[in-house]
């Protein structure tokens, strides 16, 4: 990056400058036109000094400059004009004065245009260069830097450098050039209104700076305290579980309440200052008409002056404070985005960046087939000079699995790191089959050799892009554009990419490399992904979240037809076991005691959040039908008896009780409103409280389950009205409410609803033991017989992961991340303490698992469990960065040295 903002703006945009110039100069010739075009109207046409009898005429367009005394006087004739009458020669005048205030503005128009253009531009490449930077930041470096931080930088403190960049050098040459027109003009006029203005305008550019030079220093603080109150936002998001158990919310509280008084402090005397500035500013701008009125009014008077050349001076100078007051703030902008460009160079800039040659996108490089991993004389030294691995050498076959134990500290986790090439040794090399890789491009590190660390990031997609991810090095083939729009927005991104700096690679082609997971295309990949969910111990837990995914039945021709299949034999499939009634099912005549009353109202599922349960007692349909069939006010009297129910039961209990979520329709910290609802109901009835707690009140039934809660609060003649409400609701139901809802039908496939519900089309019984249990084993059972499970697989892998994969268990995203490595088939597999996180059987069998897998291919596991390292070819024991002894489990485990003594303290 430039070390000037300024050297950054040259670089990269002179040529863009360059082009705008001419139109500024151009829009000076038309701007003071415009101002001396005024005083010939008023002298001239207007006052009729041009025509002293009423059928004279006067030239149009002579163009005659008398010169002031101070440039040797007499007159300056370019051109005589074309003779008019008075009242032509006052229309062609103010039409001329119409055609040059257009022009002028049209050339304003167009150089607002360029000059946007460019600071986009060159605002979209600087954002561009600062996340280039962060992809080349060596790894410890993100050790001292906060994401947020680093996001708010990019995002926010770069977007008025943008701004000012298209400004940098047009708006001072804009502006500048208009105030010496102006000011010029007022000179030509008159010598003694000329130097008045010229005072004014130097005793402005003097005060005002002097007087911002604070609110440099205030802007510069206000920034970084900004950046800091981002950075502590992040730290408590990511801390919550830590703030939670701890009782420290309130600590949290004060502390970021001090953050946000020391931030107010800054900007409350920032303000005050700039408001300060503004009154001087505008003081100073008024003085000089004052001057001019009594200045050039006593010069009219003795007849030194002529009234037409007063008015085009007022009305020159009115055009004169703007530009000076907006270079003044050019120049206070200037001054402010170059700390904000110092401050973000200072963040971004690192002497061991990795070179960008290094991560060049390569199609075809040459990786390690056959042959050895060797390591030599590896070191790492820390920033505070300790080595973390301090020689290490040894050596391993691309066909070996080799074990790193070690106790707590040992540098185990850095000399994995070391072997991925993720940090680069203080000393030693690293060559896989004849290879460098501590001088390989990442195009080579990042194919040859897989990395899976702990804890996992799962990125926020699905968990098939998750596990594809480590595929996509490179454009596999171009996306082709049909559409001519398509095709005219792609020339349109290549064509800005090139002008900016950024790649004009195609997103949207296909980026994944088959080849590289063993497999020809797409649909040979389904089987891939599934053969390696099966490796990782992770099949039954993706077929899990297929069955509770609603999927559009449009998405495969098939997939509503086979959900039917299976529907209709797990429903057999129960009935010949005797079980049929395990499931209450759907049934338009009946109310159904194990669905909600929502359900049993609606007999659907929503679609988005029209007739979501939280939202229907707010429904104005909803609503209506409660009424017209007289629900709504046996339901506000059910909900009164709920709340007080819910309040007797469990106002004792503590938060996050289990009880809350099994039987309550009220969150703990809902049950203080929940009182105070009441409290009003006792003083003035249900009749008399006011909407929000009727609807407060209307919406808890909606969650009442009559078999799972039994509080006896609904009889069979209320659940006929409801059946009854049902009817009502799906007959009126308006024409833009038809999408809102899927209505449940025995013979049509429900795409709201979860794969399971739509097989159970129904509730599991309350109640009743192991129902739930058995139910799903049977289900599970007619899926594999009707060959579905695939399909469901299938649509598991679309669930969506959430942020940093919290969708997901932390065992299941570590999982993910063994697949994603294992799936891309590297000469090099290595794993740091990856399934530390699991069970020990789930441990044992993903290690057995991956090993089995990979027999042919190389694995170096740094190991948690000391004990699995018996499955391992070769194992290294590691004492505090130094290898302390290696060989294999047998020979090391009886040879009574440091992995003897590492299993005697296990």
Request: with cysteine; charged share 25%.
């Amino acid at each position: 990056m430039e070390r000037s903002l300024f050297g950054f703006i040259i670089r990269y945009s002179k040529r863009d400058q360059l082009l705008i110039v001419p139109l500024v100069l151009a829009s000076m010739v038309f701007y003071f036109l415009s101002l001396d075009l005024p005083k010939t109207i008023i002298n001239q046409a207007i006052q009729g000094k041009s025509f002293p009898d009423p059928g004279s005429t006067a030239p149009f367009l002579k163009i005659h400059f008398a010169l002031p005394g101070f440039l040797g006087g007499g007159v300056l004739a370019l051109f005589d004009g074309i003779e008019m009458q008075r009242l032509p020669y006052l229309l062609v005048l103010t039409i001329v004065l119409l055609v040059l205030i257009v022009i002028n503005g049209v050339l304003k128009f167009q150089i607002n245009t360029m000059k946007g253009w460019m600071g986009e531009r060159m605002l979209r490449r600087l954002r561009y260069v600062l996340f280039d930077h962060i992809l080349r930041f060596p790894l410890p470096r993100f050790r001292r830097v906060k994401a947020a931080e680093m996001a708010t930088m990019i995002k926010d403190e770069v977007e008025p450098l943008g701004g000012f960049i298209g400004e940098a050098f047009i708006t001072p040459l804009f502006l500048g050039t208009q105030a010496l027109t102006a000011l010029f003009f007022i000179i030509f006029q008159h010598l003694a209104l000329g130097m008045v203005a010229l005072g004014i305008v130097l005793l402005q550019a003097f005060i005002i700076p002097a007087m911002r030079r604070r609110l440099l220093v205030l802007s510069k603080q206000r920034q970084l305290d900004a950046r800091l109150l981002a950075g502590r936002i992040a730290e408590c998001v990511d801390g919550i579980v830590e703030i939670h158990s701890n009782d420290t919310s309130n600590y949290e509280r004060a502390e970021f309440s001090a953050r946000l008084g020391k931030l107010f402090r800054i900007r409350f005397e920032l303000y005050q200052r700039k408001f300060l500035i503004k009154f001087w500013n505008n003081f100073l701008s008024q003085v000089t008409p004052f001057l001019f009125y009594s200045i050039g009014g006593y010069l009219v008077i003795v007849g030194k002056l002529d009234i037409g050349a007063l008015v085009a001076v007022i009305a020159a100078y009115k055009d004169l404070p703007t530009p000076v007051k907006e270079l003044i703030d050019w120049d206070q902008q200037r001054l402010d985005v170059q700390i904000k460009y110092n401050q973000v160079l200072e963040q971004f800039s690192a002497e061991d960046l990795t070179p960008a040659e290094v991560q060049a996108m390569m199609d075809t490089p040459a990786l390690p087939t056959q042959g050895t991993l060797r390591a030599a004389n590896l070191s790492l030294t820390d920033e505070s000079g300790a080595k973390l691995v301090d020689g290490v050498s040894f050596e391993a076959g691309l066909a070996e699995h080799v074990a790193i134990v070690g106790a707590q500290g040992c540098g185990g986790g850095e000399l994995a790191q070391l072997l991925a090439r993720l940090v680069y040794p203080t000393s030693g090399t690293i060559e896989v089959g004849g290879i460098d890789m501590t001088r390989a491009p990442e195009a080579v590190t990042g194919r040859a050799i897989a990395y899976v660390g702990s804890p996992a990031y799962m990125f926020p997609v699905s968990v098939r892009e998750n596990l594809l991810y480590g595929l996509k090095h490179r454009v596999i083939k171009e996306r082709t554009y049909e559409d001519d729009e398509a095709l005219r927005e792609r020339a349109f991104h290549v064509r800005e990419a090139r002008r900016t700096g950024t790649p004009e690679i195609d997103i949207d082609s296909d980026w994944i490399d088959y080849a590289a997971a063993g497999v020809p295309g797409a649909q040979e990949m389904e089987t891939r992904i599934v053969e390696v969910l099966q490796v990782v111990d992770l099949q039954e837990t993706i077929f899990e979240l297929g069955l509770r995914s609603a999927v559009a039945s449009e998405r495969s021709a098939d997939l509503g037809a086979s959900v039917l299949r299976a529907r209709r034999a797990l429903h057999a499939e129960l009935d010949s076991l005797g079980i049929g009634e395990w499931v209450e099912r759907f049934d338009a005549a009946r109310y159904n005691r194990n669905a909600t009353l929502a359900e049993n109202l609606l007999f659907g599922t929503p679609v988005g959040r029209k007739f979501d349960i939280d939202n229907l007692a707010k429904n104005d349909y909803v609503r209506r039908v409660l009424v017209e069939t007289g629900l709504i006010e046996d339901l506000l009297k059910t909900g009164h008896k709920l709340a007080e129910t819910m309040v007797e039961l469990f106002s004792g209990l503590p938060a996050g009780h289990e009880f809350f979520e099994r039987y309550s329709f009220i969150r703990h910290e809902d049950l203080p409103h929940v009182e105070e609802i009441l409290g009003r109901v006792r003083e003035s009835g249900l009749a008399g409280i006011g909407e929000d707690d009727r609807n407060d009140l209307l919406g808890l039934p909606f969650k009442l389950i009559q078999a799972r809660h039994r509080l006896g609060l609904m009889d069979e003649a209320f659940e006929a009205r409801v059946v009854e409400a049902r009817r009502y609701f799906a007959a009126h139901l308006p024409a833009q409410l038809i999408g809102a809802i899927e209505f449940f039908d025995p013979e049509r496939y429900n795409s709201a609803s979860s794969l399971q519900d739509n097989m159970l089309f129904g509730r599991i019984v309350a109640g009743q033991a192991g129902a739930a249990t058995r139910i799903g084993a049977l289900l599970r059972k007619v899926l594999d017989e009707l060959g579905l499970r695939p399909q469901v697989v299938k649509i598991g892998l679309d669930y969506q992961v959430g942020v940093g994969g919290a969708r997901l268990a932390v065992a299941d995203r570590q999982k993910i991340a063994m697949a994603r490595a294992i799936i891309r088939r590297p000469a090099v597999l290595i794993v740091d303490q990856a399934v530390a996180v699991l069970d020990s059987a789930s441990q044992l069998r993903v290690t057995t698992n991956v090993l089995e897998h990979r027999k042919d291919r190389c694995v170096i596991w740094f190991l948690n469990r000391i004990d699995l390292a018996e499955r391992f070819g070769q194992v290294i024991v590691l004492e505090r960065g130094r290898l302390a002894e290696r060989g294999s489990f047998v020979e090391l485990k009886s040879g009574g040295g440091a992995l003897k003594k590492l299993l005697s303290a296990g």
